[in-house]
């Protein structure tokens, strides 16, 4: 029999919508594509997205910005972040997120991770207290998040300002509160892989008047907030801005065009991504030897990736398992290589951390951890292959690990 081969592209995502593509012509014939080369009367695309964007989140203020990284660093400095403080940080995040930190001036110290993917609470409230560092810059990485009223606890036992980094949360909710809204600031990603996508791009929220008038002035407004619409009033912005340094990073219109148009289809792409998320999840639960996160009740989590574990293999089986799923054409990654690998990278590659910490929980679980994308172009039946086929391999790599166990 012959074994089943999975033919689509895993890197493959959703055309943009045809009304995004038609408006984003219109910009394109406008030749205005500078967000604040607006004329008299006229609101440009970038602050209309703004104004929807925080419409959709539900808080008074948004900044689009260049991309996710630079929202992490912009809403660090926004948020007071002086030269050498310390930002608490999970390990297990992707490499932008310690980036900003180290952008920004601030020192990152990594927290261990659980056995679910989130942030280790135990770990989290220890280090606060021995780092004293002021900030927690928590990502809810690849989706998962933490339990947001037990980081809140900690944040305030400890003083700590909390930004979330929700690059893979847009349009998740913890316990029905939307994720962003828990911290101080948060930061959204639009890069290709994220939940909207206009190839790059990031953004801010906040309900923090000082804070967000800080960041309009850092991403380089020249003085022009006033054509802002999700922005505080003009006497926010008369304290902060001459000693506000531009670090010119802004979103331009035609992004702001294709984005606006995708915005309006969110939910509706976040359930889709439930879906599959779901089919493919059913498969891998049956999978004897393969571990799925428990994802607690309160989570509302868009599943536009899918993680999962292998807990008895070592480094040789996670390697062929990889190799026999590759050649299957399921494009399986890996978060515990010690070497960078196209977007993941362990912790410990992060040479210009001063004084990295040992991470032995974080080390363990990023050994065997596992991660796919679910691209909008799948279906159910795509992913129930998927799991079949991931399945197959984790049996096929498990039997030929013991031949020489038995042999022996
Ligand atoms: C993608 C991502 C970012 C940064 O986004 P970019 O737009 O690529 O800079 C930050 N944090 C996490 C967890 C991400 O996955």
Redesign the pocket.
């Known amino acids: 029999m012959t074994k089943k081969t999975f033919k689509k592209s895993f890197t493959q995502q959703e055309p943009i919508p045809e009304a995004a593509i038609a408006r984003a012509v219109e910009v394109l014939r406008g030749g205005r594509l500078h967000r604040y080369n607006t004329l008299e009367g006229e609101t440009s695309e970038a602050a209309l997205l703004e104004a929807e964007f925080a419409a959709y989140l539900g808080v008074p203020y948004a900044l689009a910005c260049a991309?996710?990284?630079y929202a992490?660093q912009v809403a660090l400095r926004a948020a007071g972040l002086a030269s050498g403080d310390k930002v608490l940080a999970n390990a297990f995040?992707?490499s932008?997120?310690p980036g900003a930190i180290h952008n920004a001036g601030g020192r990152p110290i990594l927290v261990e991770t659980d056995e679910d993917y989130t942030i280790d609470i135990g770990d989290l409230s220890q280090k606060a207290a021995s780092s004293r560092a002021k900030y927690l810059l928590l990502?809810h990485?690849r989706g998962h998040i933490a339990d947001m009223e037990a980081v809140l606890e900690v944040c305030q036992a400890h003083e700590l300002v909390l930004i979330e980094?929700c690059?893979?949360t847009l349009g998740a909710r913890w316990n029905g509160r939307m994720s962003g809204t828990f911290g101080k600031v948060a930061c959204f990603?639009s890069?290709t892989y994220?939940h909207l996508n206009s190839g790059?791009g990031?953004f801010l929220a906040s309900a923090d008047p000082e804070l967000m008038a800080r960041a309009v002035v850092h991403s380089g407004s020249y003085m022009l907030y006033g054509r802002h619409l999700a922005a505080p009033d003009e006497e926010v912005f008369l304290k902060v801005r001459l000693e506000t340094a531009n670090m010119s990073g802004r979103m331009d219109n035609l992004r702001a065009a294709i984005l606006r148009e995708q915005l309006r289809h969110l939910d509706d792409n976040c359930r889709r991504w439930n879906l599959l998320y779901g089919a493919l999840e059913a498969e891998l639960r049956q999978v004897p030897g393969l571990r799925m996160p428990v994802r607690p009740q309160h989570e509302d989590y868009v599943g536009s990736s899918l993680q999962f574990s292998l807990p008895g293999f070592g480094e040789t089986e996670i390697r062929s398992f990889i190799e026999l799923c590759a050649a299957r054409g399921v494009e399986v990654k890996w978060f515990g290589a010690a070497e960078p690998h196209g977007f993941t990278s362990r912790y410990d590659s992060w040479h210009f951390i001063e004084d990295p910490a040992e991470l032995p929980k974080t080390r363990a679980l990023l050994a065997t951890l596992c991660d796919l994308r679910i691209p909008l172009t799948f279906d159910e039946a795509d992913c129930r292959l998927i799991g079949e086929i991931i399945g197959e391999c984790t049996v096929e790599t498990g039997e030929a690990d013991e031949i020489p166990a038995a042999a022996g």
Do not use: C, F, Y
């Open positions: 991309s996710g990284g992490l995040t992707l932008p997120v990502s990485m980094d690059a893979h990603s890069q994220k790059e990031g």
